[in-house]
């Protein structure tokens, strides 16, 4: 499936943003060439990346401003211009048309050939806004389809915010070298694979909360669901890193 023009552009502007690093980078493009679809929404659904980071990252290196579409009111002489079907493959939604200006959100601003079409389209300058693409979608089901949706409760967790911030920048790598012959001592594990001796998993951090006395049983401390809320994202990031390599070996020949 051959890639859209811009996705060069926008790979390396979000390199460039630090939200990913390379090798995330490698599988959502081995993912996006094999089943299609948006680099945005892919990168969000394979969790390198939550909706709201991917929007204020482009937000702040692009100068856009970010919109939520959840209150936005339907514009039917607007929507009846454009196809829903050309919205929903491009990751557009037309919000209102005033003085020959028409708002759009966007989930990749990089599209232009897509804002000169709407702007042909609609005979109007176009001012772009970024919005989620799960909330683009969500806003094309709704109005131009009569779909209901569900309320969506967009949350400001600190704690996930920094649990991301630092490890950013983790890199994971394969030990490729042979295993210790029989009799040998175990070498020392790479400084590169130390995480996995290190998180214990959420069930080892809830038994070892439950085991700890009475009292505990009115509940869990702040301390200790920050801790556990930690260890949730490190193993949704890495099953997430692990899922993807899987599939690129695979890919490449190395797994059947």
């Known amino acids: 499936m051959a890639l859209r023009p811009n996705v060069a552009r926008l790979k390396d502007l979000l390199l460039k943003s630090g939200i990913i690093d390379e090798f995330q980078m490698r599988a959502a493009m081995g993912r996006l060439e094999q089943w299609g679809g948006r680099l945005t929404g892919v990168i969000v659904e394979m969790g390198f990346c939550d909706d709201e980071t991917m929007v204020q990252t482009l937000s702040k290196m692009l100068r856009l401003e970010v919109v939520h579409l959840g209150m936005v009111q339907r514009d039917g002489a607007l929507l009846s211009k454009i196809d829903g079907e050309f919205c929903q493959e491009h990751g557009v939604f037309p919000i209102s048309l005033q003085n020959r200006t028409a708002l759009v959100a966007v989930s990749d601003p990089t599209e232009l050939d897509t804002i000169d079409f709407l702007s042909s389209k609609l005979g109007a300058r176009i001012q772009m806004v970024i919005a989620a693409e799960s909330e ?24 996930r915010d920094a649990h991301i911030e630092a490890t950013s920048g983790t890199v994971f790598e394969l030990d490729m070298s042979a295993p210790p012959k029989p009799g040998e001592a175990p070498r020392e594990q790479s400084p590169s694979l130390s995480w996995m001796n290190k998180p214990p998993s959420a069930n080892t951090m809830l038994d070892e909360f439950l085991d700890e006395g009475d009292e505990k049983t009115e509940g869990f401390t702040a301390e200790e669901l920050k801790r556990l809320e930690s260890v949730y994202e490190n193993q949704h990031k890495t099953t997430s890193i692990l899922r993807a390599l899987q599939v690129l070996l695979t890919e490449k020949g190395y797994l059947r």
């Open 136 to 159: 683009i979608q969500a806003a094309i089901g709704k109005h131009f389809r009569g779909q209901a949706v569900p309320a969506t409760k967009r949350t400001n967790n600190k704690a």
